[in-house]
């Protein structure tokens, strides 16, 4: 049988939601047991997002092909079972690049090469490959109606339902209805007229999720209706929930996988959601909450670390706690004294994640420095990793000046280095260690504690490396090296055996998170964060007994 396919637009603003709407739906369809596949076409120019500043793009997603991808393939992962790839992200930039290498090539026999066939063919081709294998596939559309990059995108999308039917596409619009205070009255014309902006390219939709933050009356969603040319039951509330992953149930109050079901003609057992109500109940009643600081840049912009903290809420729900974050600026830790640490007291586990260029470095050094003197949970991931080895240098064996060569290529001790397979390589587009990668772990570590195996897969995407030639002095001072590639040629995990938990990996575990399924790293980080809480609490009471029962302040009651 052929796939069906879910086509979702946005409208009025970006930051709707599109993604996790996506995410949603192909979550609730898997719950009555259909497969799903999910893909994002991303309107711009640059060939895939990893050489964009997080500052513009937010976090680059890593597939395990090593695709550097847009963030809500993310959430398709997080929400879905769905096995993601570079096949599953497209920008405009991918799409011309395959165009004109095969018009050099002479594949075009002579034609004038042009956006409608060319472009769109190839658009439409990329979405009936991921779609090979399965009941339901699920396209996004990045970008807003009306934006002129978008437009031969949204052209390939009408031309696949007049290609396959009505049965077999849907069309999903997500536009926002807004309340307007002064008025105290929720506004239907944005609503209206991105409708109108996709009936003029030829696409009339089928469903209308309305982002707001209230529930939609009948008569609103009767008025949407009418104007938008939908059928009423085809008006969904998208409220604003707490927890994204709320989104599923809150959609399926509103029936919209019956509907999908239904106009997709679409046989499909009963809806099982069990496991993600399981999970929103963990959401609104922890037992208790945990605070981790996160010391990193661009920590002011959350979308640069997006699956990392959703990989910590993974890791809280795993221990039915709430999970407080806290993004420490990393320059803010550079005061030159130990005045610093008064703004790293109040964190029951530090974090320090991956990135790129000096900036900050030294602050993140201070962090973990902080972390290993005062046993302070720590987890460092990429080039948190790498900054714990260059401290450890540092600190612990004396090696002044010891760093990665990225930040101080001329110092004396290199403990981070480039990559020997990436020697001689400039170019920055897509030229990073990227992707899964096996890894050993040494029996009796604390790696091996936490997995509880010893070979695990996981992604990847950086540039240096830790330099075995100063494994001997590092190790020697008690710096443990417990994972590395099967051949042993990449260190991929170090941790501190004389540590409650002192952990950094080379490799992303985030990306690998799933809130059914938390990562152990993650997991046993924050549970070891908590046990540092209770712990601090426990001396915290036992010394206000103490103080209590001093003779000379129960004289003075
Ligand atoms: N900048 C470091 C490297 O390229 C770390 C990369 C990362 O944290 N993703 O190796």
Same mark, same amino acid.
């Given at each position: ?33 259909? $497969? ?32 550097? $991808? ?83 995108? /949204? ?19 997500? $536009? ?59 008006? /969904? ?15 399926? =109050? ?37 605070? /981790? ?126 990559? =020997? ?9 897509? $030229? ?23 070979? /695990? ?98 004289? =003075?009651?």
């Amino acid at each position: 049988m052929s796939a069906k396919y879910i086509f979702v637009t946005g409208g009025v603003v970006s930051s709707l939601g599109k993604g996790l709407a996506a995410a949603s739906i192909g979550c609730l369809l898997e719950s009555r047991g259909l $497969t799903v596949n999910l893909m994002k076409f991303d309107p711009y120019l640059n060939v895939d997002p990893g050489t964009m500043s997080p500052f513009q793009h937010g976090e680059v997603f890593v597939t395990d092909d090593g695709a550097e $991808t847009d963030l809500d393939l993310g959430h398709y992962e997080r929400f879905t079972h769905a096995k993601l790839s570079r096949d599953n992200n497209w920008t405009t930039g991918r799409i011309y690049e395959q165009i004109i290498a095969k018009e050099r090539r002479g594949d075009y026999l002579g034609k004038t090469v042009q956006v409608i066939p060319h472009v769109t063919n190839e658009i439409k081709a990329a979405m009936k490959k991921v779609a090979q294998d399965v009941d339901v596939a699920i396209i996004e559309i990045g970008g807003t109606v009306g934006d002129i990059e978008s437009l031969p995108f /949204i052209e390939a999308i009408r031309q696949m339902r007049q290609e396959l039917g009505r049965e077999h596409t849907l069309f999903m619009h997500v $536009t926002l209805v807004p309340f307007i205070a002064a008025a105290q009255e929720l506004k239907t014309k944005p609503t209206q007229h991105s409708v109108k902006e996709l009936l003029s390219v030829g696409i009339q939709p089928d469903i209308l999720l309305c982002r707001t933050d209230r529930f939609l009356a009948k008569e609103i969603k009767s008025k949407i209706a009418l104007f938008c040319n939908v059928g009423e039951e085809a008006v /969904i509330t998208a409220k604003d929930v707490a927890s994204i992953y709320e989104v599923p149930l809150v959609f399926s =109050r509103e029936g919209v996988d019956t509907l999908v079901l239904k106009y997709l003609h679409l046989e499909a057992g009963e809806r099982n959601l069990a496991a993600w109500e399981e999970i929103v109940h963990r959401v609104y009643n922890p037992k208790d909450e945990v605070t /981790i600081g996160i010391v990193g840049k661009y920590v002011e912009y959350e979308d640069s670390y997006k699956s990392l903290k959703e990989a910590l809420v993974h890791g809280a729900l795993a221990h039915n706690l709430k999970l407080n974050v806290n993004w420490v600026e990393a320059e803010g830790l550079e005061t030159g004294d130990q005045s610093y640490e008064a703004q790293l007291e109040d964190y029951d586990g530090l974090l320090v994640p991956g990135g790129f260029g000096k900036r900050g470095i030294a602050g993140m050094l201070n962090a973990i420095r902080y972390a290993r003197e005062k046993k302070v949970p720590y987890f460092g991931i990429c080039l948190g990793m790498q900054t714990a080895c260059i401290e450890f240098a540092r600190d612990v064996c004396g090696l002044a000046g010891a760093n990665s060569s990225e930040f101080d290529p001329a110092t004396p001790h290199r403990v981070i280095y480039k990559l =020997r397979e990436l020697r001689g390589v400039e170019e920055l587009g897509g $030229t990073m260690r990227l992707g899964a990668w096996p890894c050993r772990l040494e029996p009796g570590t604390l790696a091996h504690k936490i997995y509880g195996k010893l070979e /695990i897969s996981e992604r990847h995407r950086h540039r240096y490396e830790f330099n075995r030639e100063y494994e001997e002095m590092l190790t020697a001072a008690g710096l443990r090296i417990s994972g590395s590639t099967p051949d042993g040629t990449y260190v991929e995990i170090v941790e501190l055996p004389d540590h409650p938990h002192f952990i950094g990996c080379q490799f992303h575990p985030e990306f690998k998170s799933k809130p059914l399924e938390p990562h152990p790293l993650f997991r046993t980080f924050v549970g070891a964060s908590y046990e540092h809480k209770l712990k601090r609490r426990a001396q915290r009471e036992a010394a206000e007994v103490e103080m209590f029962h001093r003779p000379e302040k129960v004289g =003075r009651r």
